[in-house]
């Protein structure tokens, strides 16, 4: 009976460690998987679209820009004079334009029509100029030579008649289709000119593509310039992305879009951060990864996007991504 009792005991207390077992590896807190890996570098090279001679720069290595802010200027007496020439021609065309589309003055009008009745009266007169000689040669009146005047006469008043009446008609119907067409191309070819000259112009004034810092100053004032040379090199700090690096074992534990914390060596206070992006294949992790064992192994190159507010963050920074523990 002693035995039973000890076996049952036995029993019991190995009962009681494997719940006390169970429920502590359920609560116990994972440690927190940390990344490693750099503040990328992302800078863009500034320069002019047009080119020119730079009359001025307005910032220097280590300026912070926001997109939009001036850099330099180049002198723009060229490009101004370029599109006054293409404004006045724009001006032209469509003062052509209008003349086509409104058609002929009244005046000329009503000259055409005046000339036509003026040239329907002379072939009046004319016809009954002919057959009066006609009758007078029928009687032998008058000589051959004198009839056939008059018949000439006649046939020229009648030409001028013709083409009288044709012009009237012209002008009161007004110019081609055709002819406005044509001079709707032109009026806007010459839009596109002025388009282009007030482009250009505004090409004269380089300003900052993002949110930065001046890395280089390539060119001075006074030099001239050759279009998409670079005058400036901006590093670009907005937004800020991180380039981290995850091991197999742990991508389980990324997502995209999950917050993470950002952690760099010298700041007491860590950043927040979300994971914006993660690679679908592996690769050997960099050199500058800090850890040995990292950059010895396959990883998965994981993109997060930092909240940088006091502009701590440099490019090419190392940095450490904690993505919490394991139960979140």
């Not at 077992?21 to 320069?47: D, F, M, S, W, Y």
């Not at 802010?69 to 723009?76: F, K, M, Q, Y």
């Not at 191309?185 to 282009?196: D, F, I, P």
């Not at 000259?197 to 006074?222: C, M, N, S, Y």
């Amino acid at each position: 009976m002693p035995a039973i009792k000890k076996v049952l005991l036995l029993t019991l207390v190995a009962v009681s460690l494997g719940v006390l077992c169970a429920v502590v590896l359920k609560t116990r807190t994972a440690p927190p998987v940390v990344l490693h890996g750099n503040v990328e570098i992302r800078q863009v090279e500034v320069g002019f679209r047009v080119g020119g001679r730079i009359a001025a720069l307005h910032v220097d290595e280590g300026t912070a820009v926001h997109a939009g802010t001036v850099l330099a200027h180049l002198d723009d007496d060229m490009l101004t004079q370029a599109r006054d020439a293409a404004r006045a021609t724009l001006a032209g065309r469509e003062a052509d334009l209008q003349r086509l589309t409104n058609g002929y003055r009244v005046e000329e009008i009503a000259q055409a029509k005046a000339e036509h009745e003026a040239a329907m009266a002379a072939f009046a007169t004319a016809e009954a100029e002919w057959k009066r000689v006609q009758a007078l040669r029928g009687k032998e009146a008058v000589s051959q030579k004198i009839l056939e005047s008059a018949r000439a006469e006649q046939a020229r008043a009648l030409g001028q008649m013709r083409s009288s009446a044709e012009r009237r008609a012209m002008l009161e119907k007004g110019f081609r289709k055709e002819d406005i067409l044509a001079q709707k191309a032109l009026v806007a070819s010459a839009r596109a000119e002025c388009t282009r000259a007030e482009i250009q112009l505004d090409d004269a004034v380089l300003r900052a593509p993002q949110d930065g810092i001046v890395l280089t100053r390539a060119r001075e004032a006074g030099a001239i310039v050759q279009a998409g040379q670079t005058v400036f090199t901006l590093s670009l700090t907005n937004p800020v992305w991180l380039r981290v690096y995850v091991e197999e074992p742990d991508l389980w534990a990324v997502k995209p879009g999950m917050a993470v914390r950002v952690a760099v060596d010298g700041v007491q206070q860590s950043l927040e951060g979300t994971v914006g992006f993660i690679s679908p294949t592996a690769e050997f992790a960099p050199k500058s990864v800090e850890t040995r064992d990292v950059r010895a192994s396959l990883v998965y190159r994981v993109r997060v996007q930092a909240q940088d507010p006091h502009t701590v963050l440099r490019q090419g920074m190392p940095v450490r991504v904690s993505l919490g523990t394991g139960n979140e």
